[in-house]
C-alpha cells in the first residue's frame, strides 16, 4: 500500500499546478480536468478525519440489568442540527464547562454535493435525509407531502438554499409580545444575528451598509460570484412593476422590496457555509471539554421525579445499523441540563417519547406520562410555496446541470472545472438567486378597482410582507423532479409568508426510529388559498413586465408542464392550481413553541420541568418573514448567553 503522505505530496504538487493555472488559457482543458479528477480523488484519500465519536463507549457506558449511567456531563444537547452546533461551540467556551453533543447522522465537511451550493437539492432523497412525507393533505388533493430534512450535522443549513434573510423585524417584536419578554424583539434579538455575521462587502452590491451588518462572527455571509442573467432581469421588472428596490433585506429597515439574495456561503471557496463548519471547526473540536457523538439516534431524555417536579438527569441512545439492526443503547449523564435541539420535527417526538406531551396520546401508546403538556407537537407550521414555470429564450438557464445529451454534458464539465479551478460559474450559484418580498394588499401591485381587498391581514406589522417570489434559474416539477428535457425553463416560487393553517405533530409509535405523524394542514384556511392566487397573479404579471420580457418566451404556446396560460384563469381556477401543486419551503415550526400556551417559556425551559430545555425552530411561536436559519442560529446564541450567565 503507497503511504498516505506520498499521496498527500501528490496532492500538493497538483493544487500547485492549479494554483499556477490563474487564467483559463494557462491549461488545456483536458489537463484541468485531469488536474480536477486527481485533486478530488487524493483529497478524499489524504482527508483528514473529524474528531468525531462513533465509538459511544468513549462516552457513555452500555445499559444493563442494574441501570448504570455514565461519566457526567454539565451538558448534552440532543442534536447537531443548526441550533446544536451553535449550543455546542459556545458553550464549551467556558473550560468548565463540559458538554456532549449527539448527532442522528454524521458530518458534511466532507461531502461535495452539501458544499457545493447549487447541488443541495442533490442531498434529498438519499442517506443523508430522513425522507419524511406528511399525512395526506385533507385540502389540497390529499396528497401526502415530501418533506426533506437533513441528517447531518449542521442539519437543514447544510441541505438548504442558503438565503441569508431572516424575516420583518416587527415579527421578532410579535414574538415578544407572544412571549411576555422584550428580549425577543427586533432591538434586543437583532445584536444575536450581528454577532453571527461575517458580512462581506461587495463592490456590485453598494447599496448594503457594513455598518448594519455583522463583521466577526463565525457564519460567512456574501453574494454569489455567479449572476444568472434572468436573476437581475427579475429585479429590474420587479421594480417595473411595483414592487419598491432594497437596498439590504437584513437590517432594521425592513425586508419589503426586490434584490438579489445574499447566501451563507465561505468567500475564499464558494463553497456552503453550515453551522458544523462555522462553530465546530477543528480547533473547537480540539477542545477537551466538548465531545461530539455521531450516528446516534436518541430514544429518551431521563428524569428524576422524586422531588415532585420532573428534572432532566440524561439521555439514552442507540445507533442503527446498514442492516436495520438496533445497537445496544447508551446512557449519558447530565448534571445541569439537557437542551433538545432536534428540529421541528423530532424535537417534540423526543419529548413524548420521554413522556412529555399531550397524556392522551402517550397512554395510547403505553409511554409513562411524566408530564401532560398538550401544546407538545402542536401549532406546526409551514411556509406553503407553488411553482409556476415559464419557458427561457435566452439559452442561459441551468438546464445543463441534469445532462442529457452531449452537450449538456460538456457544459457540466466545463462548469465544474470553473467551479473547481476558480470558484467562480454556475456550480456557485444558489439557484434562486433573487427575491420579491411584498404585502397581498398593496394597492400598487393590485388596485382596488381589480382586487377586492377584503383579505384577513396575518402579518406581524404594516410593513412586514406576506408573499415571497424565489426567483430560480431552472425548473422542476416539484423538489428533485426535472421537467422534460426538451425544456430551456425557468420557475418562480411563489410562497406564502403568514399562512393562518395550522397543524399538528403525533407519535406514530413507542419506537424511536419510527417517524413520527405530520399534519401541517396545508390551504386549511381560505386566506391562504386567496393570497398564494395573488401572489401567481403578481408572478405572472412579473414575468410579462420589461426586461422579464427578454427572458420569458411570451409567444410561447400552452403546454401541460409549463404556465403560460394561467393569466386566462379565473381565481376559482387558479385555487385549483395552488390545492393541486402546493409544497413546502421546507420551513417548519412551531411543535415546541415559546410563550404563553406553549411548550416553552421565554428562556427557552421546557415548562413543568427542571434541567430541560429546547432549541431550534420548534420555539417559534410564529412564522418568520422569509427564511428562518438565521433566526434559528441567532436564538441559539442568545440561549447560550443566558446559559452561561445562569452558571456564572
Request: a neutral charge; glycine letters at 8%; aromatic letters at 8%.
Amino acid at each position: 500500500m503507497i503511504h498516505t503522505d506520498v499521496f498527500a505530496k501528490l496532492l500538493g504538487v497538483l493544487e500547485a499546478i492549479q494554483a499556477r493555472s490563474a487564467t483559463p488559457t494557462r491549461l488545456s482543458l483536458g489537463a484541468a480536468a485531469s488536474v480536477v479528477a486527481l485533486t478530488i480523488v487524493l483529497r478524499y484519500l489524504t482527508a483528514k478525519q473529524p474528531k468525531l465519536i462513533t465509538d459511544y463507549a468513549k462516552v457513555a457506558r452500555k445499559v444493563n440489568d442494574n441501570g448504570v449511567e455514565v461519566d457526567e456531563w454539565d451538558f448534552i444537547i440532543v442534536g447537531g442540527g443548526t441550533a446544536g452546533c451553535v449550543l455546542a461551540s459556545r458553550l464549551s467556551e467556558d473550560p468548565n464547562l463540559r458538554v456532549l453533543l449527539i448527532e442522528a447522522g454524521g458530518s458534511s465537511k466532507d461531502l461535495g454535493i452539501s458544499k457545493i451550493p447549487v447541488a443541495f437539492a442533490k442531498l434529498m432523497r438519499t442517506q443523508w435525509d430522513y425522507h419524511f412525507y406528511t399525512e395526506p393533505q385533507q385540502h389540497a388533493g390529499n396528497k401526502k407531502k415530501y418533506w426533506p430534512r437533513a441528517k447531518l450535522l449542521g442539519g437543514c443549513s447544510a441541505m438548504n438554499a442558503m438565503i441569508a434573510q431572516y424575516g420583518a423585524p416587527s415579527d421578532f417584536d410579535e414574538w415578544a409580545l407572544i412571549s411576555g419578554d422584550q428580549s425577543w424583539s427586533w432591538n434586543n434579538f437583532s445584536k444575536y444575528i450581528r454577532k453571527f455575521e461575517k458580512y462581506t462587502p461587495d463592490p456590485r452590491f453598494p447599496h448594503v451598509d457594513p455598518l448594519l451588518r455583522g463583521a466577526n462572527g463565525p457564519v460567512e455571509i456574501k453574494y454569489s460570484p455567479h449572476i444568472w442573467p434572468g436573476a437581475q432581469a427579475f429585479v429590474e421588472a420587479s421594480i417595473n412593476a411595483g414592487i419598491p428596490f432594497s437596498p439590504d433585506f437584513c437590517t432594521t429597515k425592513g425586508t419589503k422590496g426586490t434584490n438579489k439574495a445574499s447566501l451563507y456561503r465561505f468567500c475564499r471557496f464558494s463553497t456552503r457555509v453550515t453551522t458544523e463548519s462555522a462553530y465546530l471547526t477543528d480547533d473547537v473540536l480540539a477542545r477537551p471539554n466538548l465531545k461530539v457523538v455521531t450516528h446516534a439516534r436518541i430514544s429518551k431524555v431521563l428524569f428524576d421525579t422524586s422531588g415532585g417536579t420532573p428534572r432532566a438527569t440524561g439521555v439514552e441512545f442507540a445507533n442503527k445499523s446498514q442492516m436495520d439492526k438496533v445497537g445496544p443503547k447508551f446512557r449519558a449523564r447530565a448534571t445541569k441540563e439537557v437542551i433538545v435541539c432536534g428540529g421541528t420535527i423530532h424535537s417534540p417526538q423526543i419529548l413524548m417519547l420521554s413522556g412529555i406531551g399531550p397524556a392522551a396520546q402517550l397512554s395510547r401508546h403505553n409511554i409513562p406520562v411524566v408530564l401532560d403538556a398538550p401544546s407538545v407537537g402542536a401549532n406546526l407550521m409551514d411556509h406553503p410555496s407553488v411553482n409556476l414555470r415559464f419557458r427561457d429564450k435566452t439559452g442561459t438557464t441551468f438546464h445543463h446541470l441534469t445532462p442529457h445529451s452531449l452537450n449538456s454534458t460538456r457544459l457540466l464539465i466545463r462548469d465544474l472545472l470553473r467551479y473547481k479551478l476558480w470558484g467562480t460559474g454556475a456550480l456557485t450559484s444558489n439557484v434562486g438567486e433573487s427575491v420579491a418580498f411584498f404585502r397581498s394588499d398593496d394597492q400598487v401591485l393590485f388596485p382596488p378597482a381589480e382586487y377586492n381587498n377584503d383579505l384577513e391581514d396575518a402579518n406581524s406589522g404594516p410593513d412586514a410582507p406576506d408573499i415571497e417570489i424565489i426567483m430560480c434559474a431552472g425548473a422542476v416539477r416539484s423538489h428533485t423532479i426535472p421537467l422534460s428535457p426538451k425544456f430551456q425553463a425557468y420557475q418562480m416560487i411563489v410562497t406564502l409568508l403568514r399562512p393562518t393553517s395550522k397543524g399538528s405533530l403525533f407519535l406514530k409509535s413507542a419506537d424511536p426510529w419510527d417517524d413520527p405523524l405530520m399534519d401541517p394542514s396545508y390551504l386549511e384556511t381560505k386566506h391562504d388559498v386567496d393570497v398564494l392566487v395573488r401572489g401567481i397573479r403578481a408572478a405572472f404579471k412579473i414575468a410579462h413586465t420589461a426586461p422579464m420580457t427578454s427572458v420569458t418566451d411570451v409567444d410561447a404556446v400552452h403546454c401541460p408542464e409549463l404556465d403560460h396560460h394561467i393569466s386566462s384563469l379565473s381565481d376559482a381556477e387558479l385555487a385549483d392550481i395552488v390545492r393541486d401543486r402546493v409544497e413546502t419551503l421546507y420551513h417548519p415550526v412551531g411543535t415546541c413553541s415559546m410563550g404563553v400556551g406553549g411548550v416553552v417559556d421565554s428562556e427557552l425551559r421546557v415548562k413543568g420541568t427542571q434541567g430541560l430545555r429546547v432549541c431550534d425552530a420548534s420555539i417559534f411561536p410564529k412564522l418568520v418573514s422569509g427564511h428562518p436559519t438565521g433566526a434559528v442560529i441567532a436564538t441559539a446564541e442568545k440561549l447560550a448567553d443566558i446559559i452561561k450567565a445562569h452558571y456564572a
